[in-house]
């Protein structure tokens, strides 16, 4: 009876992977598809022969728009990833009269949809001369993301011992110092977590991108669109696209997934 | 190095709980000073607000003459050790022990110089690379405490720095306490709830309950002179035996049993709590001391001496003191057996045959009762 559970939570677990799954095979083989073969009728079948002529033929369309978005979501990942520890900081570990009505008033700031404020945020940024270039989009996009890393960064830190700002406090550090050296350097897994929000988040975004850039700006969702939006597309083109702008987000996740890991406070306390 | 003087100190929480009420202490320069008391009694919000990690609601703080209470912590000058020792994870020991001096901005080569003097003295040398986590709970404990040498403060500030070692290691870090203190000399103030890391470590002692000053004292004049039922209840292990009694005529009597009354009490006559050590028995009546007999109902064996505990015909004190006293010796000592009968624990030297169930013949020194007020608790003698 265990063991008929055991097999039915199995079987049902791999089901709802496969159906997960499923658009990522069929980008991923369509892609590699030679354009002869790509047709509706035969999409579920793997490619008779590997070919890259996809990847080939919309890379110099892309190739801007992903530079773009990688100047784009580098400084905001690192920038609004910064602001919301030392946000999450002075709101967990060295709380000032106030405090308890600040932090909802950020927190606010995650429920506007971005379609409400376009309008005024698009004309603030052209009357200050922000508006074309990326320098605009990055500002726009750290400001929207303090919200989630302010919110990371708190629940970081208030996990963290109050003994071990108390003992920098008596050590001699002031906040600032007990911020860079006692609180930052213990703070990698929210730093992973913050980073990987934002970087997503702003490499996804369009319609920011679309309405605060000119075309020289565009990030690659801007560019992709273009492609995909076309009448005449080949499919195996669209799809290398897509496989292509979605690349960056997944090396990311890769890359900064193992600082989720427990275990950076080993040692701190009694333990 | 500098004294402590606390002059009516309170700390009141937001919500109107009173935490620390009036205190006075005078901490004498490179004395040790313990204060103890069960927990919640305000004895860690008295030392954070030495530290000035926490404000003080009303009443002033001097280290030495300079008046501290509205410094931040960083500009006093103190070091303090926690009960989770607090070490920087993410630092090397070297790192951990000099940081104090390298937010003080000690010069490069002096704070090289003062680190390894200190991981020298607390046998740190080889682990001055490793980080608190590749420690074992007694070197972490060494690493808190150089910290807080390494800075070579005014005072040293140790909140229950002992309590997460195991029982062996805790015994041993005392003495070597001890012996730090008798070494470097420096202004201590430590907080425990133990009564016996109290009286062994302290040079004075205070006791605070509920937020209020006991009594403040030597570790002897606490055991020999408690001021009330609660210091009384709370220092010395075993615990004083207490019970009710009516003192008239120059006699006290409780159970069936007449003592004559301590020449504090000769010529009164009213109901107290009678309180006798442990140690205030004798197993030989030939010194003239006046006797009571007993029936032995549990014999503990400790090697050099056993303890003897009877039953008495009389109620249990119940006071609300005794109960916050004991309560914080055996805080989970739940009783297995319903009590409402007084006991008593006398010690004995070994060589005094005693069994259970046997009747014995005890003396009583009549220099060692205690009398106590039975609503105040305040000492009657």
């Known amino acids: 009876m265990r063991a008929a559970l055991v097999v039915g939570k199995y079987v049902a677990l791999l089901a709802f992977v496969c159906f997960f799954l499923m658009p990522v095979y069929v980008m991923v083989i369509t892609a590699l598809k030679d354009p002869a073969q790509v047709s509706v009728a035969r999409m579920w079948d793997l490619p008779d022969t590997v070919s ?159 309405m605060l850039t000119s075309t020289d700006y565009w990030p690659i969702t801007v560019a992709l669109n273009n492609i995909a939006g076309g009448q005449q597309v080949p499919f195996h083109q669209v799809m290398a696209s897509a496989l292509l702008a979605c690349v960056p987000t997944l090396l990311v996740y890769v890359l900064l997934g193992r600082f989720f890991m427990r275990g950076l406070m080993a040692g701190a306390l009694k333990g | ?123 740190l040398e080889h682990l001055l690379d490793r980080r608190p986590g590749a420690l074992s709970g007694g070197q972490r404990q060494r690493v808190a405490m150089g910290r807080a040498i390494v800075r070579e403060p005014k005072a040293f500030l140790m909140d229950e720095p002992l309590s997460n070692l195991d029982a062996k290691l805790r015994v041993s870090m005392r003495a070597q306490l001890s012996l730090l203190h008798q070494r470097l000399g420096t202004t201590t103030v430590y907080v425990t709830h133990d009564q016996v890391e109290a009286m062994t470590l302290g040079q004075r002692v205070a006791v605070l309950r509920d937020g209020t000053l006991q009594q403040y004292d030597t570790p002897q004049n606490l055991f020999r002179h408690p001021v009330n039922l609660f210091v009384a209840a709370f220092i010395g292990s075993p615990a004083m035996n207490l019970v009710h009694a009516s003192v008239s005529g120059g006699a006290v009597s409780f159970a069936g049993t007449r003592l004559p009354a301590p020449s504090a009490l000769s010529d009164v006559d009213r109901r107290v709590v009678l309180g006798i050590r442990p140690t205030g028995f004798s197993p030989s009546a030939d010194n003239g001391w006046p006797t009571l007999e007993v029936v032995p109902e549990i014999v503990e064996e400790l090697g050099d001496e056993r303890y003897v505990i009877f039953e008495l015909d009389a109620p249990r004190v119940d006071t609300e003191a005794v109960h916050a006293a004991l309560e914080a010796q055996s805080a989970d000592d739940a009783l297995l057996l319903p009590e409402n009968r007084a006991r008593f624990t006398v010690r004995l030297p070994a060589d005094v045959p005693v069994s259970v169930g046997e009747p014995l013949r005890l003396a009583v020194n009549p220099e060692r009762l205690y009398a106590f007020d039975q609503d105040t608790g305040a000492a009657l003698s």
């Not at chain 1, 400084?75 to 106030?98: D, T």
């Not at chain 1, 600040?102 to 940024?125: A, E, K, N, R, T």
């Not at chain 1, 320098?135 to 993301?145: A, F, N, P, Q, S």
Request: charged share 20%; proline share 5%; with cysteine.
């Open chain 1, 52 to 210: 890259l002529d996809g990847f080939r033929a919309v890379w110099p369309k892309l190739q801007n728009g992903f530079v773009n978005s990688v100047l784009l979501a580098v400084p905001v990942s690192v920038v609004s990833a910064l602001l919301g520890a030392a946000n999450g900081f002075v709101l967990s570990k060295w709380r000032f009269p106030g405090a308890d009505f600040v932090f909802p008033l950020i927190l606010f700031g995650m429920f506007i949809p971005y379609q409400s404020v376009l309008i005024p945020m698009v004309q603030l940024m052209s009357t200050v001369g922000l508006q074309g270039g990326l320098d605009g989009l990055i500002l726009v996009h750290i400001i929207y993301g303090l919200p989630i890393t302010t919110l990371i960064f708190r629940s970081y830190f208030t996990g963290i011992s109050d003994e071990l700002i108390d003992a920098a406090k008596v050590d001699g550090a002031g906040m600032l110092r007990t911020f860079l050296y006692v609180a930052l350097p213990i703070a990698p897994p929210a730093f992973a977590v913050a980073m990987i929000w934002q970087f997503t988040s702003a490499w996804n975004d369009f319609l920011f991108g679309v």
């Open chain 2, 1 to 123: 190095m500098a004294g402590i003087r606390l002059e009516r100190v309170t700390k009141r929480f937001r919500g109107g709980v009173v935490a620390v009420r009036d205190v006075d202490l005078d901490v004498a320069p490179g004395e040790f000073m313990v204060l103890v008391g069960p927990s919640g009694c305000g004895k860690s919000t008295l030392l954070r607000m030495i530290a000035g990690l926490e404000p003080v609601s009303g009443g002033r703080i001097f280290l030495g003459e300079k008046d501290v209470t509205d410094h931040l912590p960083q500009e006093r000058d103190v070091a303090m050790v926690f009960q989770s020792y607090a070490l920087y994870p993410r630092m090397s020991v070297r790192r951990n022990l000099g940081f104090g001096l390298r937010m003080r901005r000690t010069a490069r080569v002096e704070r090289e110089r003062r680190v390894a003097e200190v991981a020298s003295v607390l046998g």
